[in-house]
């Protein structure tokens, strides 16, 4: 990741517009921000929540709150707590994430 023409700036998150996202079950909230081609989210899913698709996208992904669980496409399966994160890359490994407890995110991709 190369980040450029990005002057010193802060983010209160309280402020950032929330969308809502419906998975398979549950619903995700993000407030995004976009920073060229980066982009800067801060995820909440609800108790229960399973995504709706298997994930290309590359990420690095810290969890702050609750507990995520993360499935590949081959079958292993990860689940983070608060101070855990996981990285990955554009289209190296599918991935799925659920939170049957609820988990809050803060997500760069």
Not at 22 to 50: H, N, P
Not at 84 to 109: N, T
Request: aromatic residues 10%; negative net charge; hydrophobic residues 40%.
């Amino acid at each position: 990741m190369r980040i450029d023409q990005l002057p010193f700036c802060t983010t209160d998150w309280n402020l950032v517009e929330r969308s809502e996202h419906k998975g398979d079950s549950g619903v995700a909230y993000w407030r995004t921000r976009q920073f060229g081609e980066i982009r800067v989210r801060m995820v909440e899913y609800t108790e229960g929540y399973l995504a709706d698709h298997w994930c290309e996208k590359g990420h690095i992904l810290l969890c702050l709150e609750g507990e995520l669980h993360t499935e590949l496409a081959d079958g292993r399966k990860f689940v983070l707590i608060p101070g855990m994160s996981y990285q990955v890359a554009d289209h190296a490994e599918a991935h799925r994430s659920s939170a049957p407890l609820g988990a809050k995110l803060f997500i760069v991709d």
